[in-house]
């Protein structure tokens, strides 16, 4: 009996101890199980980085990749960013998107109602256009200006025909750039021009009657002749019955047919002092003579001694030389720049060294429509007879088109119908933009549309930053079609 209940309590402490060990190994088994499951957390948590950042280039924005890895377009290491708040704000201008303002109003460069954007809709990735950043699609395309292809834009705003540009890079190609600015602008036009007579300063010596002229005292082209000077004499028929009626009626006594008489003479070209010679006389003249009417210098005469005219016949042209004028032919497209008043310098091309001050006198209001220019009169002082009607002038007009906004002309690139430049922008980042240009004036380009004063263009190595962008932009359009065709 004794031995019964010894080998029944022995068998309970087995039983109890049996108990514990397994209790213990439990509880290492959940020690360990609970290690396991940190450790599995820990390297999940390693495995995944934080869904508010993603991988990025530091030389390339555009690339955003979800892992770790090297960047497509260089190969560095892409480094975790941290994704930036997105509820953020502004206004801006559908025509001029750098206009960006706080709170709602107008567009300060085209009066247009501003419109609210949030930075999360511009940080977003959109394809825009090279040429024409205002151009924003979803979707890859073409251009509906230029019909170029459009680009995507990461969701720093760096478009990816836009090029980074470090600073020792700047140094090895020569890369400078410069402020737009607003400064005076002078703009030079040049015309050729010919010195002509002053056709206020033009007389002709026409007859009222018919007759034969007599002696011809004035008998060569060119010659000089004052007012009054007798260049004819003149036998008319109706000249002489008119003196005569004239010496009759006045024999009458009645004044008012004396009064008729000598009006006849007067409308047919007889002077007074020649009508009151004729009453002193008491007897007509058979031959009348003609007097020049200016000063000048006779520049036409087609009629010799002998020769018979008819009234309306032109005996002689007389020109005076102390004041001449120089007609100039302008451009259609400097035209505008021209108003009575310009200054202007004149250089006689048979006279070297010799330059005359002048002003614009005259601008025509028409063109010549074989040539598409324009004329425009400077009047010019001749009283030493230095000018001469027929010689050659190169004329030079300066214009002021006073404060305008201006970029050096080694800054525009000519591509077509489009002229760029390349702007600089954060990050050392270049962006190309097209500009609309006015004038040229002392290597520097008016500009009328696309870069705001203030801003930087590239002035030198921008052939190499240009042809640079123009590969970046067409390889990763290509990358896009690619991308596109393999999810397909």
């Known amino acids: 009996m004794k031995t019964l209940i010894l080998i029944t309590l022995m068998a309970a402490a087995f039983a109890w101890i049996g108990i514990g060990c397994a209790g213990n190994d439990t509880s290492s088994g959940d020690h360990a199980g609970s290690s396991a499951a940190n450790n599995t957390g820990q390297s999940s948590d390693h495995a995944h980085h934080d869904p508010a950042s993603h991988f990025t280039c530091p030389m390339h924005p555009s690339v955003r990749q979800a892992d770790a890895g090297s960047c497509p377009a260089c190969g560095m290491d ?52 090279p ?18 292809d459009l680009v995507e834009v990461g969701e720093e705003g760096q478009s990816s025909a836009s090029i980074h540009v470090s600073g020792a890079r700047r140094a090895q190609i020569g890369l400078r750039s410069e402020l737009a600015e607003l400064r005076p602008m002078s703009v030079e036009v040049r015309a050729l021009g010919e010195v ?18 007599e002696t011809l005292d004035v008998d060569r082209t060119g010659q ?26 006045r024999a009458s006594g009645n004044k008012t047919l004396v009064e008729t008489a000598k009006n006849r003479l007067r409308l047919w070209g007889v002077s007074d002092a020649q009508i009151e010679k004729i009453i002193q006389r008491g007897e007509p003249f058979l031959h009348v003579p003609i007097t020049s009417p200016a000063s000048g210098v006779v520049v036409d005469k087609p009629v010799v001694e002998g020769s018979h005219v008819r009234a309306g016949d032109r005996l002689f042209r007389i020109a005076s030389l102390d004041r001449v004028w120089i007609e100039a032919s302008v451009f259609e497209t400097d035209l505008g720049l021209l108003t009575e008043g310009t200054a202007a310098t004149v250089a006689l091309t048979g006279l070297t060294g010799v330059e005359l001050p002048g002003t614009v006198d005259y601008v025509y209001p028409y063109l010549e429509s074989d040539t598409r220019t324009g004329r425009i009169r400077i009047e010019m002082d001749n009283t030493d007879g230095t000018l001469k009607p027929g010689m050659y002038a190169d004329v030079t007009l300066q214009t002021d088109l006073g404060d305008v906004l201006q970029i050096p002309e080694s800054a525009v690139i000519f591509t077509g119908p489009h002229r760029l430049v390349f702007v600089e922008q954060a990050a050392e980042h270049l962006a190309p933009r097209e500009v609309r240009i006015g004038r040229r004036s002392g290597g520097r380009y008016e500009v009328l549309d696309g870069v705001e004063a203030g801003e930087r263009v590239v002035t030198s190595g921008n052939f190499l930053i240009a042809s640079e962008s123009r590969i970046r932009a067409a390889l990763d359009a290509w990358e896009a079609k690619s991308d596109g065709q393999h999810d397909h």
């Open 78 to 129: 892409l480094v975790e960013v941290t994704d930036k708040d997105e509820s953020a704000s502004h206004y801006t201008c559908p025509m001029h998107p750098s206009v960006r303002e706080a709170e709602q109003g107008r567009c300060p460069m085209c009066g247009m109602d501003l419109v609210e954007v949030t930075d999360k809709d511009e940080s977003a990735s959109h394809y825009t256009c």
């Open 131 to 148: 040429m024409h950043p205002s151009v924003r699609e979803a979707e890859f395309g073409r251009c509906p200006m230029c019909g170029m």
């Open 196 to 213: 002509v007579y002053d056709e206020t300063r033009v007389h002709d010596v026409v007859l009222k009657v018919e007759g034969w002229i």
């Open 224 to 249: 000089q002749v004052t007012k009054g000077q007798k260049l004819l004499t003149l036998y008319s028929p109706e000249l002489y019955s008119a003196q005569r009626e004239l010496l009759q009626v």
